[in-house]
């Protein structure tokens, strides 16, 4: 049966769409591609990575702040971020999470954790965030920690390919680290300090 | 409540095909699907990326009827199920099938009996599987085994397989009872559970 072209009825629109027969994109079967789970199966409506990928890293130094990509739609709505904590070989005693938008201004945060134990971390935003429009944000992530470094989900691509090609800004790079923080996120943060990371860590939104 | 499009017509099922670039959520959608996904390799679905695939599964309690999802659009149709075997243990029964979210037993696989090699194992679907409607869709697997059979799949944490407000019933991973010889023809999906579930790689063509 050939393919119908279609051609979408508008250029920009934030209405949500739904495709029940198979498409093809670039020559490559997206139906094929989306027949595994994603996020949503799990209950998440985003995440910085698909969590069939993940599987388990060791945090740097404690209280690094990691920042992990999130391609937001316009109009969500964000009540809570998690994270997946796996060992807890020492002690933790602090857990941030929040969301910095591509200005590295703190749009959303959750209250700190404090100490917490192994197993999926929910925290609930201060005041839900509405997604003003669609492009990246930042999952912030930062873990303090004494004696052995705890592990998380996430994934460690290699450190040649994390920063992408070279002519890639620094401020736009999916997973870096930005500076240190104990207690609570910083309001903003200077997106040209940010520094390639080779750990990606999984962050869940819904 | 999203818009759902019927393309060009009403009624149609023609594939649709797009070429231009298309970004969704303010990210290339289009670039995404430069990466070869599972069409390449030939299969129609898998449950798990074949690049995620990477992690060796034991198929653990013998018996125990692994569901893994799958999203299937409608009209696609069927005719085999595949795993890939990394230690083949001792074994007399390998089970493959296809539950609806109903937990009816849509389609199955003629038993692939002992299995005692590792590799790519292909089921041949008893009759072919023309998907009814688009959605989810449960691949299950089952090995009747006194030594564990091992076996592909996501190395995705087990915290993460119950998901966050998921309900039994939609649970994408999850056990649901025992089989010995051939799946039971009905699942309770309310009794589902992630507990001991596994991510397995499961193909479809």
Same mark, same amino acid.
């Given at each position: 049966?050939?393919?119908?072209?279609?051609?979408?009825?508008?250029?920009?629109?934030?209405?949500?769409?739904?495709?029940?027969?198979?498409?093809?994109?670039?020559?490559?079967?997206?139906?094929?591609?989306?027949?595994?789970?994603?996020?949503?199966?799990?209950?998440?409506?985003?995440?910085?990575?698909?969590?069939?990928?993940?599987?388990?890293?060791?945090?740097?130094?404690?209280?690094?702040?990691?920042?992990?990509?999130?391609?937001?739609?316009?109009?969500?709505?964000?009540?809570?971020?998690?994270?997946?904590?796996?060992?807890?070989?020492?002690?933790?005693?602090?857990?941030?999470?929040?969301?910095?938008?591509?200005?590295?201004?703190?749009?959303?945060?959750?209250?700190?954790?404090?100490?917490?134990?192994?197993?999926?971390?929910?925290?609930?935003?201060?005041?839900?965030?509405?997604?003003?429009?669609?492009?990246?944000?930042?999952?912030?992530?930062?873990?303090?920690?004494?004696?052995?470094?705890?592990?998380?989900?996430?994934?460690?691509?290699?450190?040649?390919?994390?920063?992408?090609?070279?002519?890639?800004?620094?401020?736009?790079?999916?997973?870096?680290?930005?500076?240190?923080?104990?207690?609570?996120?910083?309001?903003?943060?200077?997106?040209?300090?940010?520094?390639?990371?080779?750990?990606?860590?999984?962050?869940?939104?819904? | 409540?999203?818009?759902?499009?019927t393309p060009q017509l009403n009624q149609h099922s023609e594939p649709v095909q797009f070429d231009g670039t298309?970004?969704?959520?303010?990210?290339?959608?289009?670039?995404?699907?430069?990466?070869?996904?599972?069409?390449?390799?030939?299969?129609?679905?898998?449950?798990?990326?074949?690049?995620?695939?990477?992690?060796?599964?034991?198929?653990?309690?013998?018996?125990?009827?692994?569901?893994?999802?799958?999203?299937?659009?409608?009209?696609?149709?069927?005719?085999?199920?595949?795993?890939?075997?990394?230690?083949?243990?001792?074994?007399?029964?390998?089970?493959? *099938?296809? $539950?609806?979210? +109903?937990?009816?037993?849509? /389609? %199955?696989? #003629?038993?692939?009996?002992?299995? =005692?090699?590792?590799?790519?194992?292909?089921?041949?679907?008893?009759?072919?599987?023309?998907?009814?409607?688009? *959605?989810? $869709?449960?691949? +299950?697997?089952?090995?009747? /085994? %006194?030594? #564990?059979?091992?076996?592909?799949? =996501?190395?995705?944490?087990?915290?993460?397989?119950?998901?966050?407000?998921?309900?039994?019933?939609?649970?994408?991973?999850?056990?649901?009872?025992?089989?010995?010889?051939?799946?039971?023809? #009905?699942?309770?999906?309310?009794?589902?559970?992630?507990?001991?579930?596994?991510?397995?790689?499961?193909?479809?063509?």
């Amino acid at each position: 049966m050939p393919a119908q072209v279609y051609v979408p009825p508008v250029n920009e629109t934030t209405a949500a769409f739904q495709f029940d027969s198979s498409v093809v994109m670039s020559g490559n079967s997206l139906s094929s591609e989306q027949s595994s789970a994603q996020p949503a199966s799990l209950g998440f409506a985003a995440a910085t990575m698909n969590p069939l990928y993940t599987s388990s890293i060791t945090t740097g130094a404690t209280g690094t702040v990691y920042l992990n990509s999130m391609m937001l739609p316009a109009g969500m709505v964000i009540s809570n971020l998690y994270m997946v904590s796996l060992t807890i070989p020492g002690t933790v005693t602090q857990g941030l999470l929040g969301i910095y938008n591509a200005a590295g201004t703190l749009v959303a945060s959750a209250a700190g954790l404090g100490a917490f134990t192994t197993g999926l971390k929910q925290a609930p935003l201060t005041t839900p965030y509405t997604v003003p429009s669609s492009g990246m944000y930042w999952g912030a992530l930062a873990v303090s920690w004494a004696t052995t470094a705890p592990t998380f989900a996430g994934a460690a691509p290699g450190a040649g390919i994390i920063g992408g090609v070279p002519t890639l800004s620094i401020t736009v790079t999916p997973f870096a680290t930005n500076g240190t923080q104990a207690s609570s996120l910083a309001a903003s943060i200077t997106l040209a300090s940010n520094v390639d990371s080779t750990l990606a860590f999984w962050i869940g939104a819904n | 409540m999203p818009v759902i499009i019927t393309p060009q017509l009403n009624q149609h099922s023609e594939p649709v095909q797009f070429d231009g670039t298309v970004t969704v959520a303010g990210l290339s959608l289009s670039s995404r699907m430069t990466a070869s996904g599972p069409a390449q390799l030939g299969f129609t679905g898998a449950t798990c990326p074949v690049y995620a695939a990477s992690s060796t599964l034991s198929t653990g309690t013998t018996g125990a009827v692994y569901l893994c999802a799958m999203y299937l659009p409608a009209n696609t149709t069927l005719s085999s199920m595949y795993f890939n075997v990394t230690t083949a243990g001792t074994n007399t029964h390998n089970l493959l *099938g296809i $539950y609806s979210t +109903a937990g009816a037993l849509l /389609a %199955s696989c #003629t038993d692939l009996g002992v299995i =005692s090699t590792t590799g790519l194992k292909q089921g041949t679907l008893t009759s072919q599987l023309v998907i009814p409607s688009s *959605g989810m $869709y449960w691949a +299950a697997y089952c090995s009747v /085994a %006194s030594v #564990t059979t091992v076996v592909s799949g =996501s190395g995705m944490p087990a915290t993460l397989l119950a998901g966050s407000g998921v309900t039994a019933a939609n649970l994408p991973f999850a056990i649901n009872g025992t089989a010995t010889t051939a799946l039971a023809t #009905t699942i309770t999906p309310s009794s589902n559970t992630a507990t001991n579930a596994l991510p397995i790689w499961i193909g479809v063509s």
